[in-house]
């Protein structure tokens, strides 16, 4: 999936700031210093997941995103944010909503993602100027 539709199809199931993060994310990481051997550190899954949990996003509709179009398993998704929970980039919170299963809302630990990639990826108050 090209970065256009895959921007196009996240807003329909996140926050347009998500998605703003998102492509922000996306370009930071893709400079040398996040690759080894030409493979990117962090992930387009990372990156969404960052992204969601910056804008406190659910997590289930991150998956289902994920799964609707093609990007990812359930599997993989849960894998991924497991991952970024262990390095305390990001927490999650259990929202209990009648009956069934809580849902997880997302969190970014924005201390910790500072202190490993910088004070330069999140820019407080960005406008979605149409060139992102």
């Known amino acids: 999936m090209k970065c256009a539709e895959t921007v196009e199809s996240m807003s329909k199931y996140l926050k347009k700031q998500t998605v703003i993060d998102f492509q922000l994310l996306n370009r930071k990481f893709e400079g040398e210093k996040y690759r080894i051997c030409n493979e990117k550190l962090i992930d387009v899954i990372s990156i969404i997941i960052l992204s969601a949990a910056k804008n406190e996003e659910l997590f289930q509709d991150i998956i289902n995103w994920g799964e ?22 990001i927490k999650e919170n259990k929202i209990k909503e009648g009956v069934g299963r809580p849902k997880l809302k997302l969190k970014l630990n924005q201390q910790r993602f500072e202190k490993m990639f910088g004070k330069t990826f999140f820019k407080k108050n960005i406008k979605n100027n149409g060139d992102l």
């Open 68 to 89: 609707e179009n093609g990007v990812a398993s359930p599997a993989t998704f849960s894998r991924r944010k497991n991952f970024l929970i262990d390095l305390e980039l």
